[in-house]
């Protein structure tokens, strides 16, 4: 994901601590989250598709 849209998650999160988002505010926070959150998942599933296990103790034949 691009650091703008990080960077606009987080100032829309700012901004709703300090006064209410508007219905396009809000949307577009909505939105920008998913996009985040289906990016991290990506990742995070690449990642574990990536990991090898080695046991030292399996017994060699």
Do not use: C, G, T, W
Not at 33 to 47: G, H, S, V
Request: glycine share 0%.
């Amino acid at each position: 994901m691009e650091k703008a849209k990080i960077d606009r998650i987080n100032e829309l999160a700012r901004k709703s601590k300090v006064q209410e988002l508007s219905p396009e505010e809000k949307e577009e926070q909505f939105n920008l989250r998913q996009e985040y959150l289906a990016d991290f998942r990506a990742r995070f599933k690449a990642q574990l598709d990536n990991i090898e296990i080695v046991d030292d103790n399996s017994v060699k034949s």
